[in-house]
C-alpha cells in the first residue's frame, strides 16, 4: 500500500531523514519506534507532503506521492493526526471534526460525523464545546476524529500519548486497535513503544534518520537492543 524507498529530507542544512525505506501493507498496524530527534515525525511529515523529499521515492498504491502537495496527498486518501494534536481551540468540537471533511465532496459527512461521536462518546457530549477548552486526552480524541473525517485509507497517527493521564492512554490505544480492525491501516509513532509494540503487527526502529531495524512486533519487543534502549530492560 505504501512504499518509501531510500527517502532523503530535512529542515534547511540539517538532515532528518537519510535514506529511510520502510512498507506499510493494506490493513496493517505498523508503528515506528526511537529516540527523540531519530526521524519519525519527519517521516510521517514527509509522507504527507509537510515536509518535501529532497531524495527517494513516496509510492501510494502504485502512486508517487513525494511531489504532491498536502492536500492531494489527503485526498488521495492519507490523513495525518500530528503531534501536539493542534485542535482549532476556537472552535467547536464539531466544526473541529467537520474541518476534517473540508476536502470531501459527497453526502454522506454528517454520516461519518455521526459515527466518529460514535467512537468518540465524549466528543458528543462535548460537541457544543471550543475544543481549546477540552482536556488533553479529549483534545487528543478529537484529533483522531477529524482525520478520521476524511475517511483516510491510511492514518498517520504521531504520538497518540503524548500528554495525556495513563487512564486515557488505554483507551485511546484501543480505540487505535479498532480504528485498524474496522479497516484503516495505521502507521504509528509512538514514544511508549511498550504500547505501541503491544498493538503494532509490525514495526521499525528509527536511529538518527535511518532505519535499524525491522522486524514483527513480538520479535523487536523480544529483541535484547530494543528492550534495553526503549523498554527499560
Known sequence: MLELEGVHAGYGRIDALR?????????????????????KTSTLKT??????????????????LHRLSPSEILRRGIAHC????????????????????YVRRDATVATDLDAVMTHFPILRERRRQMAGTLSGGEQQMLAMG?????RPRLLLLDEPSLGIAPLLVRDIFKTIVEINRRG???????????????????????ETGRV?????????A????????????
Open 212 to 220: 535499524v531495524l525491522e522486524d514483527t512486533a513480538a520479535n523487536l
Open 19 to 39: 535514506g529511510v525505506s520502510l512498507a506499510v501493507g493494506q490493513g496493517e498496524l505498523v508503528c515506528l519506534i526511537g529516540a527523540n530527534g531519530a526521524g
Open 47 to 64: 509522507i504527507s507532503g509537510l515536509l518535501r523529499a529532497r531524495a527517494g521515492r513516496i509510492v501510494f498504491d502504485g502512486a508517487e
Open 82 to 101: 500530528p503531534e501536539g494534536r493542534r485542535v482549532f481551540p476556537l472552535l467547536t468540537v464539531e466544526e473541529n471534526l467537520r474541518m476534517g471533511a
Open 184 to 206: 484503516t491501516t495505521v502507521l504509528l509513532v509512538e514514544q511508549n513503544a511498550h504500547m505501541a509494540l503491544g498493538i503494532a503487527q509490525r514495526g521499525y526502529v528509527l
Open 222 to 233: 523480544a529483541n535484547d537492543e530494543v528492550r534495553a534502549a526503549y523498554l527499560g530492560g
Open 146 to 150: 477529524r482525520a478520521l473525517m476524511s
